[in-house]
């Protein structure tokens, strides 16, 4: 996983590579995990929703700026001998407050955002580990299947080749027995005695 993801030492980032240069197994594995990954890659993500510690954080700048307002409204009511003009109080407060706003509001989207990607992208991560975990142990479930195939057909032909071999040696037991027994016969009648039979007195 640490290779898939780039994020092995440069060591051991090249003795991995110069392994799966010399190794098809491992290197059709590897490609095999990476095309998962880019399958994965195409799914369509869902929009991140606003949170609610977003309309949190401009509920509260609201409330302040209100506050501000209203209090800056009620100071010059009391202190300025005529009431000020609301137009001329917002436009006199709103370029003091408007930068502050924006740049609270713009790192407050900026957090939010940030741990809501962290949030998808470690979801993401996690659900492609454990499909990449179920594919392997697909995989040697099946290789283990293949090789106790191979096993069961190893050892059924090893029961006829023994019995080949025995039907063969039985065969041929019989035939030298035979031919022994022909030897044997051939000798007996090759004697002299049986070549030049005795005449027979009367």
């Known amino acids: 996983m640490d290779y898939l993801y780039k994020e092995l030492p440069r060591k051991d980032r090249t003795a991995m590579r110069g392994h ?4 098809a197994s491992c290197r059709a594995q ?3 995990w990476r095309g998962t990954m880019r399958a994965l890659n195409q799914w369509p993500l869902p929009r991140p929703r606003p949170s609610a510690g977003t309309a949190r954080v401009f509920l509260k700048w609201g409330i302040a700026a209100l506050l501000v307002l209203g209090t800056g409204f009620i100071f010059g009511r009391f202190s ?6 609301l137009k001329t109080l917002q436009a006199a407060l709103e370029p003091a407050l ?8 713009r790192q407050a989207l900026r957090a939010d955002l940030l741990a809501q990607w962290q949030k998808v992208f470690q ?4 659900r492609l580990a454990a499909q990449l975990k179920q ?7 099946a290789l283990d299947a293949q090789v106790q195939e191979l096993e069961s057909q190893r050892l059924m032909d090893y029961v006829d080749l023994r019995r080949d071999l025995e039907t063969l040696a039985l065969a041929t037991q019989t035939a030298l027995q035979r ?3 022909q030897l044997v016969q051939l000798a007996v009648l ?3 005695e049986n070549l030049n039979p005795k005449p027979s007195t009367k």
């Not at 799966?20 to 190794?23: F, G, V």
């Open 98 to 105: 408007k930068p502050a706003l924006a740049a609270d509001l």
């Open 179 to 181: 031919a022994q027994g």
């Open 135 to 141: 594919i392997q142990s697909a995989q040697y479930e």
């Open 30 to 32: 590897v490609e095999a």
């Open 123 to 126: 979801a993401d991560r996690a």
């Open 20 to 23: 799966l240069r010399d190794c």
């Open 190 to 192: 090759t004697q002299p």
């Open 80 to 85: 300025a001998p005529a009431a000020p003009d």
